[in-house]
């Protein structure tokens, strides 16, 4: 069973940062790829970014390219994500995910997808 945990959401002022981390257990998390995803009021679910088991490969959706930065580290089985110059648009819920690859994070293949409870990141303008 894959547990994830996010934390570091909060209420920030436009143009500001957050750090998003994601703690997971129940399985190896080396062997995975980790990606975030966020959900507006009233809309679905986006991919926001992803990050391969190595950490070697890192993919943006086209809105937050240049502003933020998926990371992980393996030895603390945790990913994280660094988000710089927030705008309100970025107001959502921020979910963290994992699968077997990146490609099914970003919606490439079909494949199971593991879900943590998400996280709440209020930007304020």
């Known amino acids: 069973q894959v547990q994830l945990v996010e934390s570091g959401g909060g209420l920030v002022q436009a143009g500001g940062s957050l750090r998003l981390s994601c703690a997971a257990s129940?399985?190896?998390?080396?062997?995975?790829?980790m990606g975030w995803f966020r959900q507006a009021p009233g809309k679905e679910r986006d991919f926001v970014a992803a990050?391969?088991?190595?950490?070697?490969?890192?993919y943006y959706a086209d809105s937050v390219k240049g502003r933020f930065t998926i990371s992980r580290d393996n030895a603390k089985n945790t990913v994280y994500l660094q988000m710089n110059s927030l705008k309100p648009d970025d107001t959502a819920v921020y979910y963290c995910?994992?699968?077997?690859?990146?490609?099914?994070?970003?919606?490439?293949?079909?494949?199971?997808?593991?879900w943590g409870k998400g996280t709440l990141v209020t930007v304020s303008s």
């Open positions: 129940g399985r190896t998390f080396s062997s995975y790829a």
């Open positions: 990050i391969n088991w190595s950490g070697g490969s890192t």
């Open positions: 995910a994992t699968a077997q690859s990146a490609r099914i994070l970003r919606g490439l293949y079909d494949g199971m997808i593991y």
